[in-house]
């Protein structure tokens, strides 16, 4: 479109909107393109830990789902109503859930031990 005459079929104050959109239609295009270069999903999928996975083909399925919700608001279809609306929220929910576990994987866990050994050691009336 850049360069381009602008076209009659829609008004012209979402020429640069248009644009803008297929630049990154074209950018997301080419990312996926090198990723395919690089590694089959497959390939990828065996060399991550399960969360990893999870993470992957949450991208994936909330990437295809947006795009097809893209391509029905494009088309006039009222997608508040459709089914597409429904799995988008589905998949935040998952999405939510992986970063929850991702959280809890950072949070220090207690070694009971150690923390039963101290506590024993401490003679009364002291503060830590």
């Known amino acids: 479109m ?32 090198t990723m395919m270069l690089f590694l089959e999903i497959s390939e990828l999928l065996q060399k991550v830990d399960p969360l990893e996975q999870a993470k992957v083909n949450l991208v994936s399925a909330y990437t295809l789902n ?9 088309q006039g279809v009222n997608t508040k109503e459709h089914p597409v609306k429904q799995q988008l929220k589905r998949i935040r929910v998952y999405v939510n859930r992986v970063k929850e576990i991702t959280e809890n994987k950072k949070v220090g866990k207690v070694d009971r031990c150690a923390a039963s050994r101290f506590v024993k050691k401490m003679p009364l009336g002291t503060k830590a």
Do not use: Q, R
């Not at 947006?66 to 391509?71: A, E, G």
């Open 66 to 74: 947006s795009m097809f919700w893209v391509y029905l608001t494009t």
């Open 2 to 33: 850049a360069g381009e005459e602008i076209n009659e079929d829609y008004p012209v104050e979402i020429h640069e909107y248009l644009s803008a959109f297929e630049n990154f239609i074209g950018a997301v295009d080419k990312m996926l393109k």
